[in-house]
């Protein structure tokens, strides 16, 4: 069982605005930043947001991440048949000293 | 540009040691604020944080494995090895290795290695 909580599925068709929710405590996402990665099948993780709402370069700006409290959530926006892939939320925890990763959430583009 | 590469080996009977090499390029392992994260990734599950080592040789194991896992660095070849004893089928999963860009962010990953434990 993953330390942060993600919803395991979502879904949506082209061009629609999805979001993607993840849920922590005090000790890791209401004290820590929050980052954001998305994989493809069958390959390695890409990071998509971090420090909350940071894109790295090359990311396009359909992707925005916020936090508030213990909660997180990915937005995206203009959705495309591309971006059918895990989405997973991260975060350093402080009680376990190390980061920690939600459970994943499976995004279907329909 | 900074690239990370895992190897090792593909079975592993039960019981056994692990362990993994991640090679590394386009960065020094001692220059302040670098970290290199171990991950693993059981088939069709989530991710899972291992281990990390800084470039003060500071390391952090995760609670639930810390007593089967060492991390080590070696900066003249590149390199941060992964050992973990005791190998289990449960252990069985994809091992990635990746940068750590700061503030507990993995910003560079290696392709990953599965690893299987059968007899």
């Known amino acids: 069982q993953s330390v942060l909580t993600q919803p395991p599925s979502a879904s949506g068709t082209p061009g629609q605005r999805v979001t993607i929710s993840c849920s922590g405590g005090?000790?890791?996402?209401?004290?820590?930043?929050v980052n954001w990665y998305q994989q493809l099948p069958g390959t390695a993780p890409r990071l998509l947001i971090y420090?909350?709402?940071q894109r790295p370069s090359g990311v396009p700006d359909r992707f925005s991440g916020s936090k508030s409290g213990t909660s997180a959530s990915l937005a995206i926006s203009g959705l495309q048949s591309e971006d059918e892939a895990d989405y997973y939320c991260?975060?350093?925890?402080?009680?376990?000293?190390?980061?920690?990763f939600g459970g994943g959430t499976k995004l279907t583009v329909l | 540009q900074i690239t990370l590469k895992e190897s090792g080996p593909t079975l592993v009977r039960p019981t056994q040691t692990l362990t993994l090499t991640c090679t590394v390029s386009?960065?020094?392992?001692?220059?302040?604020?670098?970290?290199v994260g171990w991950i693993r990734q059981p088939p069709g599950k989530a991710l899972e944080w291992l281990a990390l080592?800084?470039?003060?040789?500071?390391?952090r194991y995760s609670p639930s494995l810390k007593n089967r896992l060492t991390i080590t660095k070696d900066a003249s070849k590149n390199q941060v090895v992964l050992t973990l004893t005791n190998m289990d089928p449960v252990d069985t999963a994809t091992y990635f290795c990746?940068?750590?860009?700061?503030?507990?962010?993995?910003?560079?990953w290696g392709q990953g290695t599965l690893v299987t434990v059968s007899s």
């Open positions: 080592i800084y470039w003060d040789d500071d390391k």
């Open positions: 991260a975060a350093w925890d402080d009680s376990l000293n190390g980061p920690v």
């Open positions: 420090t909350d709402t």
């Open positions: 386009g960065f020094s392992l001692t220059t302040g604020g670098v970290g």
């Open positions: 990746a940068h750590r860009g700061g503030a507990g962010y993995f910003d560079y």
């Open positions: 005090r000790s890791n996402i209401g004290a820590k930043t």
